[in-house]
């Protein structure tokens, strides 16, 4: 039975679908690089390599530091420049004894720049200098010197003619009297007795050798002309032949030397005074004679100046001419020395000034000049901001300054040294100047009302400088 059953049918399998065909794909590209621009360089400003010589054209030029050796025709600077914009403007500033500022326009954005320092050689002084150059973003600075210590005796320091004002002689014109370059000459009146006139020599000079004409054209016989050089020395020459040198460190004026009448003077002449300093030592010779011999000039720099004085007549005339220094000889002259101090010898009549007899009055004097020129200083921004439309806020200052001026106090200073009078001399024509020219000013102030003209300021302004100029003597005459 088992094997005759026949099983059960089969189920079909299902027929499976066919795959459907992949396409292969493409092969994907690289990407591709964003370009960078190229930087564009702004090219940037310069002013550099500033650089001086003794030759326009630049032969040996040497930057900071450069030393040049006195006698040189003139002191060349240049400086380079680049990529600056058309027309930049360009500032020299030269400072040394002065203060000298100069512009100009460039014509072009590159180049280089060649000016000349000293508009004449008498100008390139000893010293040191320093010069800044300037656009309205660069600058660029180097200092150099001019050097008389390596130079020969005899090399020529300072040659004045007086053929012109080119060293700045500061020339004055006031009621004490004037200071003026006329006829190759330097003329110096003093119309007031007890006053002086003094101006001082652009520079400052260690050793030297120094002569000038001097010529007593009118001259009352108290009257003298000086040549100042050192802070506290100086030579005074009479019209009669007398001279002294004179020391005015100390509370008295000490006569170092002085010779009556001396031999080797020249009446109604000219006469050379020539002056050799080297060191400590000094000798003085007159019209080429040997008349006296110092050991004791101890300054490093020494102030040079001219100077006219008058004591108890005024109306003196005094000229200066063929004014020269020199690098000194290697040995300087001696005269024999007296055991003793030296004294003054007796002096003609009217002669030059008794000696003090007591303190000079200089502290609460030289206190005074201090505070009348800080009073001057302080008008003359007063009268600017009047002038250039200040109005009322400006007459407050300028008339209380201007007061303070007028009313400062006076002195007798009659029985003091020479050179306390002559600062008192002074101080009272600053005072008497201001009191003048301020007038027109302050009666616009007090007046409540009105301008100042051009011509009233231009007068003010240059009355102020000029009594400036005379308190800063005043000071230095008395050592401040």
Known sequence: MLAGCTGAAPTPEPTPLPSPTVEPSATPAPPTDTPVPTPTIEPKPRLENLRFST???LIDAEGDGAVFEIGAPSVFAAVDYADLAEGTKLTWRLTGFDDVIETQTLTGTTGTVIRSLFSDPRL????????VVRTDKQVVQAAFKVDAERAKPGTVILAEGFDDNVLGWELVSN???????????????VNWANQNISLPVRGKFQDFDLAVDITHKQAPPSSYATVIFAT?????LFPNGTVVLLDTGGSEAKPLLSITRSPAYKFGEANQLRLVVRGKRAAIYLNGTLIGSLDSVDEAHRLIALSVSTLDKGDATVTFDNFVI???PTEVAVMPTPTKGPTAAPKPAGTAAPAPT???ATPPLADAIKRVRTAVEALGGALDRLYHGGGGEACGPLLANLAAIVDAPDYDVTSQPGNVQNAYGLYQAAIDLMADKMRPIAQVCLSGGGTVGKLD???ARTAINQAGSLLTQALNALGE
């Open 175 to 189: 009621p004490i009297g004037s200071a003026a370059i006329e006829d190759g000459k330097l003329t110096i009146t």
């Open 457 to 459: 300021f231009d007068m």
């Open 124 to 131: 390139a002084l000893p010293g040191d200098y320093r010069l």
């Open 326 to 328: 020199k690098v000194p």
């Open 232 to 236: 506290h020395l100086s030579i005074d």
């Open 358 to 360: 007591k303190a000079a």
């Open 55 to 57: 030759s326009a054209e």
